[in-house]
C-alpha cells in the first residue's frame, strides 16, 4: 500500500455543501479496496489559474489516501468520468521511512 495525494476540483456549478458528498461517494472505490482514507480537506471555491471548459472557479478538495496503485487509479477513472468533477491530479507521496 502506498500514500497518495489527490487534488480534486468539482464544477462550480455544483453546491458547496454538495461537494463532500460527491469526494465520498467516489472515495468508497478506496475502502472496498481495502484502502484507508487519511484526511479529507475541502478549500471551498476558488479562482483557477487557466479556464477550464469555460468556468474561471471551481470548487477545490484535497484527500489523502493509503491504497494499492490499482485501487487508486480505478478512483481516478471514475472521477475522470463524473461531469461533475472537472478535474483531478493524484500525486504519489513519498515514504517518510527512507
Do not use: C, F
Request: hydrophobic share 40%.
Amino acid at each position: 500500500m502506498r500514500k497518495y495525494e489527490v487534488m480534486v476540483l468539482i464544477d462550480s456549478d455544483v453546491d458547496e455543501r454538495q461537494a463532500p458528498a460527491l469526494v465520498d461517494k467516489h472515495l468508497e472505490v478506496i475502502t472496498k479496496g481495502g484502502g484507508s482514507i487519511e484526511n479529507i480537506d475541502i478549500w471551498g471555491r476558488r479562482r483557477l489559474a487557466y479556464d477550464i471548459n469555460k468556468k474561471s472557479e471551481a470548487i477545490y478538495a484535497v484527500v489523502q489516501v493509503t491504497a494499492d496503485p490499482a485501487t487508486v487509479s480505478e478512483m481516478d477513472r471514475l472521477m475522470t468520468i463524473d461531469e461533475k468533477i472537472v478535474r483531478t491530479k493524484v500525486l504519489r507521496l513519498e515514504d517518510s521511512k527512507k
